[in-house]
């Protein structure tokens, strides 16, 4: 059961081992975004991240 107390613990883990991002998207982009995540069979978090980390990789080449 999801209580106060176990509230409490996911936000004092997402404090101490998450970082935020906050992004502004042009109006109606994001429901597009989450739909091409979806289609993806991913999120669109996991999606961002991993597109990031292919430019990063890339980059090293």
């Known amino acids: 059961m999801y209580n106060e107390k176990a ?3 996911t936000m004092k ?5 998450r970082d935020k991002l906050t992004l502004n998207l042009p109006l109606g ?8 995540a979806d289609r993806k069979g991913k999120s669109l978090t ?5 597109l ?3 430019d990063i990789e890339k980059d090293k080449e």
């Not at 883990?13 to 081992?17: M, T, V």
């Not at 429901?31 to 091409?36: A, M, N, P, S």
């Not at 996991?46 to 991993?50: K, N, S």
């Open 7 to 9: 509230k409490d613990r």
């Open 13 to 17: 883990y997402l404090k101490e081992k």
């Open 29 to 36: 982009s994001k429901q597009r975004y989450k739909d091409h």
């Open 46 to 50: 996991g999606l961002i991240i991993e």
């Open 52 to 54: 990031i980390e292919k």
